[in-house]
């Protein structure tokens, strides 16, 4: 099956510093899916973003399928950014794959 | 308010016991879907189903059955509960299995002892 690697595993950051990650995956994907798993364990949607770039407000996402791989990032970074970052993806099967994550802990 | 419900939140079960985890959706959606999370892990899939009456298989399907008799609920049932299956339950739906709207349930964390 198709293998997704998430980077880095951990990040602390200093509020208000940015920070880019990433998301590597081993074949050609129809869906791709950022996921915000915040403190107490809740699942929020970030990005659908199978090809191209978004943005939401602090957050931006682009994606290069051709190179297998997507970024996310996130600028001026607040407390409430802390969690679990996820990527997700499938190739049309409804089944989609998970990264193992980037813990994320944003100090004051 | 609209969205996945989960219950219970968290649950200790003795090995060898059974319960039943459930999962509600009242967004209309057609695609379910149960993921178990281990510490340090992404999710993986459990059962999924497309529609009323249809379920398969996902990645870790071994020790769980599921049901899908309306399209509102799609509950997990553990029947010999054993160490390994401690762990945190989340039910996702989405309309359309293209995970554009995916929403998640708040989990079910589940210690068998």
């Known amino acids: 099956g198709i293998q997704v690697e998430q980077s880095p595993p951990d990040l602390i950051l200093q509020e208000g510093a940015n920070s880019t990650l990433r998301c590597n995956f081993s074949?050609?994907?129809?869906?791709l899916q950022w996921f915000h798993q915040n403190p107490w364990g809740q699942l929020i949607n970030l990005f659908y973003?199978?090809?191209g770039t978004k943005q939401n407000g602090r957050l931006s996402a682009t994606t290069v399928a051709t190179e297998r791989y997507s970024l996310l990032y996130i600028s001026s970074s607040q407390t409430t950014d802390s969690g679990v970052y996820f990527c997700?993806?499938?190739?049309?099967?409804?089944?989609?794959?998970f990264g193992r994550g980037t813990s994320l802990i944003v100090h004051p | 308010n609209a969205g996945v419900t989960q219950t219970p939140k968290f649950r200790i079960l003795k090995i060898g016991q059974s319960m039943t985890l459930q999962c509600t959706q009242d967004?209309?959606?057609?695609?379910m879907y149960w993921y178990r999370q281990d510490p340090g892990m992404g999710l993986k899939l459990i059962y999924y189903?497309?529609?009323?009456?249809?379920?398969d298989k996902g990645e870790v399907p071994n020790g769980y059955n599921v049901s899908r008799s309306t399209t509102e609920d799609f509950p997990l049932r553990l029947e010999l509960a054993a160490p390994s299956q401690t762990s945190v339950y989340f039910c996702?739906?989405?309309?359309?299995?293209?995970?554009?709207?995916?929403?998640f349930g708040q989990g079910t964390r589940l210690t068998v002892v």
């Open positions: 996702a739906s989405t309309l359309s299995g293209s995970y554009t709207e995916a929403f």
């Open positions: 074949d050609s994907v129809n869906n």
């Open positions: 973003i199978p090809s």
């Open positions: 997700a993806v499938d190739r049309g099967s409804y089944i989609p794959t």
């Open positions: 967004m209309n959606h057609n695609y």
């Open positions: 189903s497309v529609g009323a009456g249809i379920t």
